[in-house]
């Protein structure tokens, strides 16, 4: 088989994982308008609740995720409700961009990582599961990855898939699409506009703990392992534009993409800095990133 | 119905509105006039809840309504057609005017009053699956309009209604007001458009400088030589 070919294979497989975890910032920013910077400390935390839970009961973390997920939904609607609102109604009388709550997340970032830190050392941790150690083959045995980063792909979608769907068909994401399109106008027309922020963030982070089972199966589990993956997917909804589930996918997918198709001519380190050299010059000459729409007025 | 006592309220401290009283009765049409910059739109906002008072209260149906959340002051009956329209530019029509009635109460009215609003806006039924940012000045005032009344206020209040719109859509849009008070509603209309306002009003407030200077009946308030001079130019 073509090298270049189960290149692109690898690099898709790659991006979805990318686009998992990328998804979930994505949607808070959409609707909440905060950069939430502890996104990385979050997956990195919910990776250890499977680390625990795996070594602990031998709970697979695909199989764990069905309980993590709502468990971090509640605790991305508990952070909104009870300390990012009081801190964007106070702000919301005085200025119009929320900074505090944006230097509030980078906090909580340093945070997490520290108090994981010091509880579980850095020392890197593998999670032996079965996706983990078991291998899908393909073309001859051209293609090889671990199970987990297939389910990492599918799951890519179907997550993608319930955002858009909660967001673009129920009552619920109309309520939410009108919070994110004029908060005033959608108080006015008797929204619980805080309310509904907390859930679009539970639901950021409820997307982000299922990204986070992909990632302790096929990656490390360590508490440093949020800067690896944080990082990128702000580059990744950036790219593809701030608020676009569409846009997420795409950004993980071209990330992949450079990595394992650039990385068969040169050095996979310059590889990887040229998926920054990609994302510079698509920030020059579309601002509002692949998919992203300029707000209608 | 709606009463308001020496309201006074501003932006970070500098206070704008100094100490209005008004009123507003069941089933009449209640008009604030008054230049630019005279106060009346941040007096709309702080009985809506979309800012703080620092004195005086709102009351509404004999509950007072200041200091809770827009939300829930649209929950007791009063629906705001804010200034400017303030549509969800990126949904449709009829998106717009679900989100109008997204409250328990008015949920289960959704069906009878969509088809209502569509008879009294039949350009709306057209449209119906457009984004409202798509929409001409005229088209966006009639969904503003109609969303509000999705809400099945008791009390509407309509913040510059005719702002951008052509003279024809103008008296339009003053013959529904007529029509949403003939069906029961009332409603606080705030207004530049001095003349044509305080014609069809059954009550009159002018406010200079953040505070009432003038009262009486709509026609009355039109016969005045001061504010002919000040507002109709004759």
């Not at chain 1, 499977?50 to 973390?61: G, I, K, S």
């Not at chain 1, 699409?177 to 950021?204: E, K, P, W």
């Not at chain 1, 944080?230 to 071209?254: D, E, R």
Request: proline fraction near 3%; glycine fraction near 10%; include cysteine.
């Amino acid at each position: 088989m073509n090298n270049i070919f189960i290149a692109i294979l690898h690099g898709l497989i790659l991006g979805g994982a990318y686009s998992l975890i990328a998804v979930g910032l994505s949607v808070i920013f959409g609707v909440v308008r905060i950069i939430n910077f502890s996104h990385g400390a979050m997956l990195m935390a919910s990776a250890f609740a499977y680390y625990e839970l795996f070594t602990r009961f031998n709970v697979d973390p695909f199989f764990a995720m069905f309980f993590i997920a709502p468990a971090f939904f509640i605790i991305g609607f508990l952070l909104q409700k009870v300390i990012i609102r009081p801190l964007l109604i106070r702000e919301s009388a005085s200025v119009l961009e929320p900074t505090s709550v944006m230097l509030f997340t980078i906090g909580l970032d340093y945070a997490i990582c520290n108090l994981y830190l010091m509880i579980y050392t850095s020392r890197y941790k593998t999670l032996n599961t079965w996706s983990y150690k078991n291998y899908f083959r393909a073309f001859d045995n051209s293609f090889v990855t671990q199970y987990s980063r297939i389910i990492a792909f599918i799951l890519c979608f179907v997550v993608a898939f319930g955002l858009w769907f909660i967001i673009n068909k129920t009552e619920l994401g109309k309520r939410i699409r009108a919070v994110s399109q004029n908060r005033d106008a959608a108080a006015l027309c008797g929204v619980d506009v805080h309310t509904t922020y907390g859930i679009a963030f539970g639901l950021g982070t409820a997307a982000l703990a299922i990204a986070g089972a992909a990632m302790s199966s096929f990656y490390l589990v360590s508490p440093s392992v949020g800067n690896v993956f944080g990082t990128k997917s702000f580059m990744i909804v950036v790219l593809g534009g701030l608020g676009s589930i569409p846009g997420a996918i795409v950004g993980g997918m071209i990330f992949g993409l450079i990595e394992q198709v650039i990385a068969q001519f040169i050095p996979s380190t310059m590889a990887s800095m040229l998926s920054f050299a990609v994302f510079l010059i698509v920030l020059v000459l579309m601002p509002d990133g692949l998919l992203g729409s300029r707000k209608r007025k | 119905m709606l009463k308001i006592n020496e309201l006074r309220t501003g932006y970070n401290g500098g206070e704008i509105v100094h100490g209005i009283s008004l009123e507003v009765p069941d089933e009449k049409i209640v008009a604030i006039v008054g230049g630019n910059g005279a106060g009346k739109s941040t007096l709309i906002k702080a009985i809506t809840g979309l800012i703080p008072t620092t004195s005086g209260t709102v009351e509404f149906d004999g509950e007072k309504l200041t200091g809770l959340a827009p939300d829930k002051i649209m929950q007791k009956g009063v629906c705001l057609v804010p200034e400017g329209r303030q549509l969800f530019p990126n949904m449709t029509v009829e998106e717009n005017l679900d989100i109008g009635s997204c409250t328990k109460e008015a949920k289960k009215h959704r069906k009878e009053n969509l088809e209502e609003m569509f008879e009294i806006f039949p350009r709306l039924l057209e449209r119906r699956k457009q984004l409202t940012g798509t929409l001409s000045g005229g088209e966006q005032q009639m969904v503003a309009t109609a969303r509000a009344l999705m809400g099945r206020p008791k009390l509407l209040i309509m913040d510059e209604p005719s702002w951008g719109l052509a003279p024809i859509l103008v008296n339009e849009m003053f013959q529904t007001i007529k029509m949403v008070r003939d069906r029961g509603t009332a409603v606080l209309i705030v207004e530049q458009n001095v003349g044509h306002t305080l014609a069809m009003s059954d009550w009159g407030y002018v406010i200079e400088n953040g505070v009432v200077v003038m009262q009486d009946d709509g026609n009355r308030l039109l016969q005045d030589e001061g504010l002919k001079k000040a507002y109709l130019g004759i």
